[in-house]
């Protein structure tokens, strides 16, 4: 295993950079893409029902509210971010074996919490890893990010078939040989050692650039968290909901599927279309097709519109997702020095985690008393977050982002 790069090299390439972070990327991916559709189908197979289903998913996003900035700022502190990213993949993937023992409720939730403790942390240090490349290397981060959606609509795509073929008792083992997939890729991370000196992103906008605690900073991420919480009764009931309408395994693999060929085709352009727009610009965009999202997920059903209906909604993933997914890294590149890049990530995270939790820990009593109807709710969630925006100064929502130069 290659050892830290020492400080006089830290600003080299790596060899295969961009390769190597995009293979991360997608390794990390494949468990989450076949996790988020089908593992709500396996626990109510299992025999939970919709309050049960919604503490499972519910429990372990309040606990890495806490466990999840504490692992990414250690990873700060830390000679070789990789490292730890391989640990906690690791660990990730043994405790994913115990899903393969009787599903008791009990034992199920308490697996659940401990296991996304090392599970979430996943995305946020690659992302650190990338954004780093981002800010010494001029990488394009979309370009790298999109392998990431390559693979989770992989997964999302095969799920359906395995589950048809092999019926929701293969989701454990189709989870637990994700994760170890991607703790042998994680070994061959590239090591670009801890920083140990300033971005050469410009200096003067790092000096006239929001800070990790500051208002708008605060403001930013808050407002980006709400807006991601909306799909929480999607991520939790959207299978369900999918499935009580009469649709088959095989075309909910689809519909999960097709909203994220419409993430990877966004990610295609945004550079070229939208790479000039401020990161609170993006995330407003995400708001608003969040917002036309769920006002009209519900009114597919009622007038026969039926699958097509519903991949014409999912389509609009490639807004409020996407523009989420690429607007807050956006904020912390160009505001953030990379020496707390991982607090910044572990920042964003909480936000995002305490409305997520949040939201799907109440999605269980919302879709038993509304059922698509609580769709608009998850509208006026995500209208709520945009509305926040409106509250960052207009100094910031005017950032463009400026090439990273070597020689700053």
Not at 21 to 26: D, K, M, T, Y
Not at 135 to 161: E, L, Q, T
Not at 384 to 400: C, D, E, R
Request: aromatic share 12%.
């Amino acid at each position: 295993m290659a050892e830290p790069a020492p400080p006089e090299e830290q600003f080299v390439k790596p060899r295969h950079f961009e390769l190597r972070v995009a293979l991360l990327f997608s390794a990390i991916f494949v468990s989450v893409g076949f996790h988020l559709p089908y593992f709500p189908l396996w626990l109510q197979a299992s025999g939970f029902d919709a309050n049960q289903i919604a503490f499972v998913l519910s429990a372990p996003l309040f606990l890495r509210l806490i466990t999840t900035p504490l692992i990414t700022m250690l990873a700060d502190r830390l000679p070789e971010r990789a490292d730890l990213l391989i640990a906690v993949v690791g660990i990730t993937a043994l405790l994913s074996l115990g899903y393969l023992l009787p599903p008791t409720y009990g034992f199920v939730l308490g697996l659940s919490v401990i296991l996304h403790v090392f599970w979430t942390p996943h995305a946020p240090l690659v992302d650190s890893i990338a954004l780093s490349g981002v800010r010494r290397f001029g990488v394009d981060y979309a370009r790298i990010r999109k392998w990431g959606s390559i693979a989770f609509v992989s997964a999302n795509f095969s799920g359906g078939f395995i589950i048809a073929w092999w019926s929701a008792s293969a989701v454990p083992v189709v989870i637990s040989a994700g994760l170890g997939l991607a703790f042998v890729v994680c070994l061959f991370a590239p090591r670009l050692g801890r920083p140990r000196r300033s971005s050469p992103l410009s200096a003067a906008a790092l000096r006239d650039a929001p800070g990790l605690l500051t208002r708008n900073f605060l403001l930013f991420i808050a407002a980006a968290g709400i807006i991601n919480s909306s799909h929480g009764l999607l991520f939790s009931f959207g299978s369900i909901y999918f499935r009580d309408v009469g649709i088959d395994e095989r075309t909910i693999g689809f519909l999960y599927s097709w909203m994220v060929l419409a993430e990877i085709g966004m990610m295609l352009v945004f550079q070229r279309v939208f790479g000039r727009f401020s990161a609170p610009a993006l995330v407003m965009i995400a708001g608003a097709g969040a917002v036309l999202r769920w006002a009209l997920m519900p009114l597919v059903e009622p007038p026969g519109a039926g699958v097509a209906g519903f991949f014409a909604v999912q389509s609009l993933h490639a807004v409020s997702t996407v523009f989420l997914l690429l607007g807050v890294p956006k904020m912390i590149a160009e505001t953030i020095g990379e020496e707390r890049m991982g607090a910044a990530q572990g920042a964003a995270f909480f936000a995002s985690g305490l409305s997520m939790g949040l939201v799907t820990l109440v999605s269980g009593g919302i879709y038993s008393a509304l059922g698509a109807s609580g769709f608009y709710l998850m509208a006026a969630v995500a209208a709520f977050g945009a509305s926040l925006l409106l509250f960052i100064s207009p100094t910031v929502q005017a950032v463009v982002a400026t090439p990273p130069s070597r020689d700053s």
